[in-house]
């Protein structure tokens, strides 16, 4: 016997027949006595089109406000279950027993972080009965329960997150993603279409390129599968053939070490932040960040420039995800300071454990960003990856051009 957990993303369940087919390759694939748990996204755009029905109602407000993200969270939601039903009644169409599962009744419970919740726990108990009894049991991703009953989501793409926390919680053999490509890519394959396929990727790896904007997964995902040690296979929807395989280490091709840089990626989800003329004493990036963490604002490339010494001024420059914009510009405002936001910028980044050990990858990446003319505005660096910010016009191009230099074309 084998518990798999596939988990099926929008592009994949977008029409009545990518449903109906999503159930023939389950049923097909499944083997007797195997039990079957599959995860499934809001279909196609549909979460997109939610939030401007929220824009077309609220007008002018900022739909980021807090006093919207329980109801964003009441309407987001409501996608997932519409593909969780239909999905079962394709499985019944086909002789199989189903059962559809909302978060809430797949034991799912989270934090109370409206619009980007964290689950807390999984009690999988009716999960199991319903698997046991032999149905094939569908739960809607994305979305979890708090304590007192309402209605959480996980963030944009966090269907993957609960694929992996119910594999965890099941103790699944392996997390199945299927998706519109066939694999994790050295960087987005529609940016650059010789991108390379990988066969495996490290936890490590994987969840650095999530972070720093890899759409493919959703970075919690990554963070729970390294943490309870499950496997994470990622795969195309329409094809049959193996993707990538995201684990502990890498398991057999010395190919897979040859490259010291593992991927390239994008992040066009963020502003940059200007605090103007901060005083220049002890203890004002204290306030400032503290401000900023207790309302789970994530801050990343911070630069404290110095005007003139004289001056006793500083400007602290930062970026921020655009979501957070509405509640930055509140918080800096009420401690009293200046700023403005751009949020005409990317962030471009380079992923790979190998850097540790090369000198000059940073010297390479900045090469191929003077070569290309394209203007550094931040930088910061961890101990596998380095960013720039530049302008999004650019930021393509910016991928590209690292792209080339990192995986040459032949
Ligand atoms: P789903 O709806 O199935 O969750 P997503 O749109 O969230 O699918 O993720 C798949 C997309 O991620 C791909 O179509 C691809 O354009 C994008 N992507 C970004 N970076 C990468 C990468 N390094 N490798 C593969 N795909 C990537
Ligand atoms: N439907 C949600 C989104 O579009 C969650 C997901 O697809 O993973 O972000
Ligand atoms: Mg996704």
């Keep these: 016997m084998t518990l798999i957990v596939k988990k099926f993303g929008g592009s994949s369940v977008a029409t009545p027949e990518k449903i109906l087919n999503v159930a023939k390759r389950v049923v097909n694939e499944k083997k007797p006595g195997d039990k079957v748990v599959v995860v499934v996204s809001a279909m196609g755009d549909t979460t997109d089109d939610l939030i401007s029905l929220a824009k077309d109602v609220v007008g002018n407000s900022d739909i980021n406000d807090k006093m919207y993200s329980r109801e964003m969270d009441m309407l987001l939601a409501t996608g997932e279950q519409v593909s969780i039903a239909l999905l079962a009644m394709a499985f019944k169409v086909l002789g199989q027993k189903s059962m559809s599962m909302t978060g809430w009744q797949a034991g ?13 726990d999984i009690n999988p108990e009716r999960v199991f009965k319903e698997l046991e009894e032999g149905s094939v049991v569908i739960i809607a991703g994305f979305q979890g329960n708090t304590d007192d ?14 694929a992996v926390a119910i594999a965890a919680a099941l103790n699944a053999e392996v997390c199945e993603i299927y998706t519109d490509v066939d694999g994790i890519y050295t960087t987005d394959p529609r940016i650059v279409k010789d991108a390379r396929r990988m066969k495996e990727i490290t936890y490590n790896e994987m969840l650095e390129l999530a972070r720093l904007g890899a759409g493919v997964m959703h970075p919690r995902s990554v963070e729970l599968g390294k943490h309870y040690g499950i496997p994470i296979h990622v795969r195309s929807t329409f094809t049959s053939d193996n993707g990538t395989i995201i684990g502990e280490e890498y398991t057999n091709t010395m190919e897979e070490k040859e490259f010291v840089i593992r991927g390239v990626t994008n992040d066009m989800n963020v502003a940059k932040v200007a605090a103007l003329g ?25 630069i404290q420039s110095v005007r003139n010494p004289d001056e006793h001024m500083i400007d602290m420059v930062f970026t921020i995800k655009k979501e957070d914009i509405a509640q930055t510009k509140e918080t800096l405002q009420d401690l009293g300071l200046n700023m403005s936001i751009d949020e005409n910028v990317s962030k471009v980044s ?13 010297a390479t990446v900045f090469g191929a960003l003077a070569d290309a003319d394209i203007n550094i505005e931040a930088i910061s660096t961890s101990e596998i990856s380095i960013s720039c910010l530049v302008s999004a016009d650019k930021a393509k191009d ?11 074309n032949n």
């Design 350 to 362: 380079v992923v790979g454990v190998g850097m540790l050990g090369s000198p000059g990858i940073a």
């Design 398 to 408: 910016a991928v590209k051009v690292i792209h080339d230099k990192f995986f040459p």
């Design 278 to 302: 901060v005083p220049d004493k002890p203890g004002i990036a204290f306030k400032i960040f503290s401000a900023l963490a207790s309302k789970f604002i994530d801050v990343d490339m911070i």
């Design 149 to 162: 009953g309402d209605i959480t989501t996980l963030g944009r793409g966090g269907s993957d997150t609960t």
């Design 108 to 120: 799912i419970t989270t934090n109370e972080m409206h619009n980007k919740a964290k689950i807390k």
